[in-house]
C-alpha cells in the first residue's frame, strides 16, 4: 500500500489540483468554439488528472473508484452520443452531421463577424460534439493508462 | 459467357463438353475386355515386391518438393536470407524501394 | 525576434530528437523526448496555433511520458549492448 | 521592438543551457531537473508570447501545461524510487 | 531557400525518427523513432499553414487591425495536426501494450530476437 | 551499410522536397481556407474557426479520428485482458 | 453531501475566474457553470475534501497574511542561491527536523515552503511526519544534538504551517 | 423513410451503420452474448444488403455524390467557393465494386467466427473491432477525399493489429501484430506526409479537385512515390511483403480472411492514386512499368516461397502475395496500355481482368483461410507435418477446400480461370513473356496446394476428429456460393460489375466532373 | 511609468530565470541542483507573470476590457507553478535519494543514517 503511494506531499497536492485540472478541463471543453480548445484537448486534460492519481495514489486505489471497464463504457457512450448527433442531422436537416442547430434557441446565436468577445450560447452542434469527444476521449485515455498499470502492478 | 479480346469463354459449355467426353470415355471403357477389369490388371508393379500399404507410404509436408527445392537450392538461399523476420530490415526494404522509385521517377524526365 | 525565436526553437528540437535516439537509458530518452515534445508545442504556440499547441501539450506532458514509463517498468530499462548495427 | 519578445528570446537562450544539462547529466536525476527546469522556462516564454502579440487566449496552453507538466515528472520519480507503479 | 529553416527541421525530424526505426534494434526505441516521425509531419502541416504576421483563425476578442482573411494563419492544417496528434496517441498506446506482451513472451526487446517468425 | 546508402538517398529526395517548397510563409494558393475563414462564423456559429473546422467542415474526419481511438483503446484492452484476469 | 457541496462551490468560483472577460457573465455563462461545477465536483468530493479545516475564514486570512513573509523569504532565498551560483562555495548535507505537525495540509505547506526558501530542499518524509531536508549551508552548531533545532534551518515556518494547516 | 431518402443517404448510412453498431456492442455485451453476437450478424447482413442496394444504383445510373454536412447533399461546391469545401464521399464503379467484397468477406467472417472463437475470453471487444475493420475498409473505398482516406488507414491497420494480437497468450501472434502495427503507421505517416505535400501546392484535400489541379511538378512527384510505396506496402507487393505471412499466420483465421480484404482495400487506394489522382493521361508509362514489374515480382516470388512452407496459413499467405501480383499485373498493363491509344481495348480488358481477379482473390482466399482455420479449430495446430488423414472425418471441410484449391489455381470451370485468362491474353499484347511467367505460376499455385491437399486430407487417419460446428460451415458456404456463381456465370459478372468498375476507374474526366460539374 | 515596471520586473525574471540553468550548469550533484532549477526558475517565471499581470491590469484600466482576462489567466498560471514546482522537485530528490544518489560533498545525511536503521 505504502509502497504504490507517493509520498504525502505529492497526494496532497494532487488531491488539491484534482479539481481545479477537472473544471479547467471542462472550461476547456464548453469554451472549445470560442478559445482555443476542443474535445479533445479537454478531454486530455481530464484524463491527465486521473492519470495523476494514477501515479500518486497507485492504479490499484483508483480502480477500486473508476475501473476499466465503467471507463470504457464511458467512452463507449461518448462515440454514441457523437454519432447520434451526426444522425440527427439526416433527420432534422439534410445530412449526416449537418449543423442543424444554428438559429434554434440552444447554441443557436450567430455571432456577429469579425472580431467580438464571444458567447456561450452559439455554435450549433459543436458544443455537443465537443462534449461527446471529451467523454470520449476522458474514458479512453484514462482506462488505457489504468489497464497498463494494472498489467504491470501484477507482474511478480 | 465472357467475351475476351481473341474470343469467349463459356464455363457452362465447358461443363456440358466435360460431361460429353466423361461420358464418351465410360463408354469406350465399356468396349474394354471384361476380364481385365478387377483382378491382378488393375495393381501396380514394382519389380515384384508386394506393395506397401498407404498408411506406410503417407509423405509428410516436409518432403513433399525436396528436389524442385534441391534443384534451386540457389535461388532459396538468397531468398531465405532477405526473409530475416527483423522488423528493422521491413522497414529497410521501404525505404530503398522508395528511393529506387525516386530515381526511377527522376530519371524519366532527365532522359 | 520572431524569427531568432524560431531558429533557435528548430535547433533546440533537432537536438532533443538526437538526444533521444542516442542514449542507451531508455528512460533518459523518454526525458528527452518529452522536452522535444514540450518545445514542438511552443514551436505550434508560436505559429499561431494555440488549439494544437493545447493537444499536443495534454498528449505530450503527461500521456506519452505515462505510456512509455509504464511500459520501461514493465519491460527493461537499458538497451542491448550492440543495439546499433554496422 | 517589442520587451515581451526580447525576453521571449533570451528565456530560449536559457532552455539551451537547460538542455545541455539534459545531454549531460551524469544520472537520471540530473535529465529530471533539466525536464523540470525547461518545463518552467517554456510556462514563462508562452505567457511572454501570449502578451507580446495580446492574444489573451493562448495563455490557456500556458496554464495547461503549468498543470500537467509535473505529472511527467512524477511519473519518473515513481520510477525510479522503485516499487509498483 | 534560407528562409526555408522550418521545413528542413521538419526533414531533419523526420529523417531522425527513421534513423531509429531503420538501425536501432530495441523496440521501444522503435516506437519512440515513431513519435518522432509523427511529430516531424505534424510540425510540417502546421508550417504549410502558417501566414506571414497572422494570427490564429479564433475570432474571440482578436488583436487590433486585423483583416481578414489576409492575417490569419490557415485553420484546416490545424484541424488535420489535431486528428494526427489523436491517432499517433492512438498508435502509440496500441505498440507499447504490445510491446509489453512480446516482453512477456519472449524475454527481451532485442529485435534480433524476436523473430520467431521468418522466412 | 546498404540502409547507410538508401538512408542516404532518401534523405536527399527529403531535402529537396524541403527546398522545393514555396517560402515559408508565403503560401502559393489559399482559397479553401479563405472561404472558411470568412464564412464559418456565419455558416457554423462559431468564433473559434479551427473547431469549426473540426467539427462542421470536416467533422467527418473527427469521426475517423474518435473511431481511432476508440479501436486503440479497444485494442490494447484486448491484448491486455489476459494479464489483468491473471 | 457537505464534500459535494463544499467542492462544487470551489469549482464554480474557478469557472467564473476563468471566464471573467471584463464585463458580466452571461446567463448561459451562469447555467454552464453550475452544471460543470456539479460534475466535477460529483467526481472530485472524495479526493478533494478530506476534512472541512479550509473552510473556516480565519485560516484564508491566515494564508493571506503568510504570503508576504513567504514572499520575502523566497527573494532571499534567490539572491541567496545567486550567490552562490555565482561563488561556488556549498556546503551542504541533510538533516532531519521534526516540526510536530499532525495534519497532511500543514506537512505540505511546511515542505513547499521550505523547497522555495533559502538554502532548503524537502528530500523526504516518514510516517511521523519528520522532514528531511536539503540543507546547502550547513551549520556546526546544529549538528551537535540529535533533534535538530529547526530554527536555524527554517526559521517560523512551522508555527505558520501550523497555524494554516491544523 | 421512402426509397430514395434512402438511396440518397446510403453512402453515409453504410459507414454509420457499422460504426454506431461498434459503439453499441460493448454496451450490449454488457447484457447478453446471445443478443450481442445475433445483433452483429444481423447488422451486417443489413449492410450487405444496403451495398447491394446501393450497387445497383451506382451500376445503373452512375456516380453517386454524398457532401457530409452540407444544406444538400449533392451540392459539393458551396456557390462562393470556386472549391470543394466539405468532405465529399464520391461512390463509383469501383469504390462500390470493392465495398461489395468487403461486406461480403465480413459477413462469412462474422459467421465464422461465432463458433471459432467461443473459447476466447473478450469477445465484446472481438466483434467490436471486427465491425471496426469493416468501417475502415468502407471508409477508404467510398471516400473521395484524401485525408479522409488516411484518416480511415490508420482505422484498418489499427483494428487489425489489433484483432491480429487477439490471441495474445501465444507470443508469435503479439510479434505478428507488432510488426504489422509498425509497417501500417510507417505507411500511414508517409501517406500523410505526401498528402501534406499536394496540399502545400493546390490547398486542396478532395481527390477530384486535386486531379483537376494537378500539374506533375517536382512535389507531386515524390508526393507519388511515398503513395505508391506506401500503399504497396499495405497491400503486400514484393519486395516490400515481409510482414504479410507474419501477420496472416497468426491471426485468427476468420481475420485472416479479412485481412486479405483489407489488403485490397490498400490495392484500391494505389489503383485510385493512379488512376484517377494523377491520371492517365500524365506521362504514367514509367509508373505503369513500375506495378508491372511489382506485379511480376510478387507473383513469382510469392509462389516460390509457398512452396517449401510447413505452417499452413503462411503458406496461404505467400499464395496471398502471388494473387496480389496478378491483380497488379493485370491493372498494370492496363495502365501500361492505356497510355497508348492504339492498345486501349486491351488495357479496359487487362483491367477487367486485374479487378476481377480481385474479387475472386477475396473469395477463394477467404474461403481457403477458413478451412485452414477449421482445421487448426479441431487440431490445434498450424504445421503441416503434423496434419494427415483429416479426409475421413472432415469431409464438407475437405470439400470446400477443393473447391478453393482449384479455384485459385485457375483450373476451368472455376472463377479464378476467367480472371487469369483476361490477364493472360492482355499480357501478351505487352509481351509474350509475362503471360508464360503468369501460368508457370500458376501451375505452381496448383502444385503447392496438391501439397497441402495431399498432407492434410488424405493418407492415413492419425487424428480422432469431428466435423467443425454448423455455423463455421455456414461462413465458409457463403464464399463457396459466391465462388460456384461467378465460375458459372463468369460473363455476366464481367459485363454488369467488373466492367462498370474497370469503367470507372480508367474514366478520370467523369470523375472529376461528378464533383465539380461542368 | 508603467513601462519601466514592466521593464523592471521583465528584468528580474529573465535574469534570474538565466541564473537559474547557470546553476543547473555550476552545482556538482542533484540536490544543489535542484536548488537552483526550483528556486531561481520558479522565481523567475514568477516575475515574469508579474510583470505580464501588470500590463494586463494597465490595459484594462485604460479601457481595453478583455485585458482582465489576460491578468486572471495568468494569475492562475502562477498559482500553478507556485504549487507544482516545489512538489516536482520533492518528488525528485526523494527519488534521487532512494535510488541511491548521494549528495556529493555532503557534511551530514540523516535520512541515509535512517534508512540504515531500517535495513
Known sequence: ?156 | MLRTTGGYWDPVLWIIGFIVIAIIAYIIRGFGRKDYKGGEQLKPYLSGVEEPSKEEVHIRAGNIYWGFMEALKGYYDAMMKIHTGIINDYIAWFVGISALLFIAVFLVEVI | MFEIGLILLSIFMVATAIIAVWFKDLLASTISLAAMSLLLSLYFYMLHAPDVAIAEAGVGACITTALLVITIKNTERMEEEGGEEE | MNPFMIALVLVLVSVAIAIIRVLLGPTVPDRVVGLDTINTLVIAGMLLFGAAYKEIIYVDVAIVYALLSYITTLYIAKYLQGGKL | MIYNIPFYTVVALILIGLYAMLFKRNLIKIAIGLTILESGVNLFLITLGYRKEGVAPIYTNLPSGIDVPDKMVLPVPQALTLTSIVIGVAVLALVLSITMMIYRHYGTLDSRKVRRLKE | MKKAIIFVVFAAFLFFAAYEIHPFGELDDSRMDDYIIENAQNETAANNVVTSVVFDYRGYDTLGEATVLFTAIAGALVVLRRVKNE | MLAFIASAVFCFVIWLLLTFNGRMWGTDEIVAGIVMACIAGYISRKIFIKDFKLANPKRWLMILAYLPRFFYEMAKANFDVAYRVLTGRIKPGIVKIAPDLKSDLAITTLANSITLTPGTLSVDVDEEKNLYVHWINVKDEVLEKMPRDYKPICSTFPEWARRIGE | MNVDWLLEHSPALIIVLPLLAAFLTPIIDKFSKKARNAFVIAVLIIEEILVIFLAHDVFTNGIHIYTMGAANPTETVPAQAAVPIRIVLEVDGMSIFMALISATVSLAAAIYSLAYIEEEKGKGKFYTLLLLVLVGMLGMELTGDMFNMFVFLEVLSIACAALIAYRSHFGDSVEGAFKFLIISSIAALFVLFAIALLYAQYDLLNIAALASAINYTHLDKIALVLLIAAFAMKCGAVPMHFWTPDAYSVAPSSITAMLVAASQASLYALFRVCFTLYGVTLNLATIGAVIIIFGLLSMFVGVTMAIPQKDIKRLMAYHAISQTGYMLLGVGVGLYLLTKPEFSSYGIKAMEGGIFHIINHAMYKGLLFLTAGAIYYRLKTRNLNEMGGLGHSMKYTSIFFIIGALAIAGIPPFNGFASKLLIYEAAYKVSPILSIIAMLVSILTLASFVKVFHSAFMGPKIHDVEEVPKSMLAGMAVLTFVIILFGLFPGWVVSNIVHPAAQALADQAAYIQAVLGG | MMWEIIYIFLGIGVAFNMLGSLGLIRFPDVYTRLHAGTKCTTFGSIFICFAIIAYGLWRWYDGEKEMISLAIHTFFAMIAILLTNPTGAHAIARAAHRSGVKPARAVVDDLEAKEGEND
Do not use: W
Not at chain 1, 481530464?46 to 492519470?51: D, F, L, Q, R
Not at chain 1, 501515479?55 to 486505489?61: I, L, S, T
Open chain 1, 1 to 156: 500500500m505504502s509502497e504504490e503511494r507517493m509520498s504525502v506531499i505529492v497526494t496532497t497536492i494532487a488531491s488539491l489540483l484534482f479539481p481545479f485540472i477537472f473544471i479547467f478541463s471542462f472550461y476547456v471543453i464548453m469554451h472549445g468554439h470560442l478559445t482555443p480548445g476542443g474535445g479533445f484537448q479537454g478531454g486530455a486534460i481530464g484524463a491527465s488528472a486521473i492519470v495523476m492519481l494514477i501515479v500518486a495514489y497507485g492504479a490499484r486505489e483508483v480502480y477500486k473508484k473508476a475501473s476499466d471497464e465503467k471507463l470504457s463504457i464511458f467512452e463507449s457512450v461518448g462515440g454514441l452520443l457523437f454519432v447520434l448527433v451526426g444522425i440527427l442531422g439526416f433527420i432534422l436537416a439534410a445530412s449526416f452531421l449537418s449543423n442543424f442547430l444554428v438559429g434554434e434557441p440552444i447554441f443557436g446565436n450567430i455571432p456577429p463577424f469579425g472580431s467580438n468577445p464571444g458567447e456561450l450560447n452559439s455554435g450549433g452542434i459543436l458544443p455537443l460534439l465537443n462534449i461527446a469527444v471529451g467523454m470520449k476521449v476522458i474514458g479512453g485515455l484514462a482506462s488505457v493508462v489504468l489497464i497498463m498499470a494494472l498489467a504491470g502492478g501484477e507482474k511478480k
